[in-house]
T-cell receptor
Framework: NAGVTQTPKFQVLKTGQSMTLQCAQD?????MSWYRQDPGMGLRLIHY???????DQGEVPNGYNVSRSTTEDFPLRLLSAAPSQTSVYFC?????????????FGQGTRLTVV | KNEVEQSPQNLTAQEGEFITINCSYS?????LHWLQQHPGGGIVSLFM???GKKKHGRLIATINIQEKHSSLHITASHPRDSAVYIC????????????FGQGTILTVHP
């Protein structure tokens, strides 16, 4: 089925550990992005990409790293987890052929850093 | 001031009522999305609009580009409509970033 596949669904990390959240889409969307959702804050953009080899920072990029080696995949790396990174993370994709299309979201990752 | 403002932030209704959620934005856009998120759940796209009006079942979405305003209407609301409704806009530049409103928490009582 077409869509965005995001893994894992849940994760608990210790402070200082690193991990990678995976995001893949099979709709040939150019635009992929990562958001964190915190109570009372809405969805905030961490990093985004408009194509393979192109990434840029959003409003809350510190502590996160991304790469886009293929159109399909856009992993998010936490370099050294901190309790402030406890949040729910969503990956999203859109834009096909340069035209805005329906946005698709991954199922979300609930991350707890202890 | 946020680029995307939604109102109201919280909305309580009785089953069967007509519901309206509003979204105003301050930037040029290429498209506007209405999204739905159930408690503890994922985010689902309801509509994408760049002009005019769209209808899907009991849901209707409209957009006025000149006034930078969109509305989401739910006719004959039902308890299963209880969710957070989020307005998001794609910036007007090429591959414009997706910016979200704060969301509207809708509770529909039987």
């Amino acid at each position: 089925n077409a869509g965005v596949t995001q893994t894992p669904k849940f994760q608990v990390l210790k402070t200082g550990q690193s991990m990678t959240l995976q995001c893949a889409q099979d709709m040939n969307h150019e635009y992929m992005s990562w958001y964190r959702q915190d109570p009372g804050m809405g969805l905030r953009l961490i990093h985004y990409s408009v194509g393979a080899g192109i990434t840029d920072q959003g409003e809350v990029p510190n502590g996160y790293n991304v790469s886009r080696s293929t159109t399909e995949d856009f992993p998010l790396r936490l370099l050294s987890a901190a309790p402030s990174q406890t949040s729910v993370y969503f990956c999203a994709s859109s834009y096909q052929g340069g035209i805005a299309v329906e946005a698709f979201f991954g199922q979300g990752t609930r991350l707890t850093v202890v | 001031k946020n680029e995307v403002e939604q109102s109201p932030q919280n909305l309580t209704a009785q089953e069967g009522e007509f519901i309206t959620i509003n979204c105003s934005y301050s930037v040029g856009i290429s498209a506007l999305h209405w999204l739905q998120q159930h408690p503890g759940g994922g985010i689902v796209s309801l509509f994408m609009l760049s002009s005019g009006k769209k209808k899907h079942g009991r849901l209707i979405a409209t957009i006025n580009i000149q006034e930078k305003h969109s509305s989401l209407h739910i006719t004959a609301s039902h308890p299963r409509d209880s969710a957070v409704y989020i307005c998001a806009v794609h910036g007007g530049t090429s591959y414009g970033k997706l910016t979200f409103g704060q969301g509207t928490i809708l509770t529909v009582h039987p």
